[in-house]
């Protein structure tokens, strides 16, 4: 099975750190990974750091 990784870290565009809202505002752009790439799955995973410091991470 063929996968692909996006990471992003909780920005105004994704003020939450939730999977599953960020997973909602990055649809689009997971799809579109699918469909270029030909993989069946994507990681997704949002970041909220202090500094240099992970402070949190969900994965979805």
């Known amino acids: 099975m063929r ?3 996006l990471a992003t870290s909780a920005t ?3 003020r939450s750190t939730s999977a599953a809202s960020a997973r909602a505002v990055y649809r ?3 799809e579109q990974q699918c469909a270029v790439s030909g993989c069946q799955k994507v990681l997704f ?3 909220k750091w202090s500094g240099d410091e992970l402070v ?3 994965e979805a």
Do not use: D, F
């Open 28 to 30: 689009v752009q997971m």
């Open 45 to 47: 995973m949002v970041t």
């Open 3 to 5: 996968l692909a990784w």
């Open 12 to 14: 105004t565009r994704c």
């Open 56 to 58: 949190e991470r969900r």
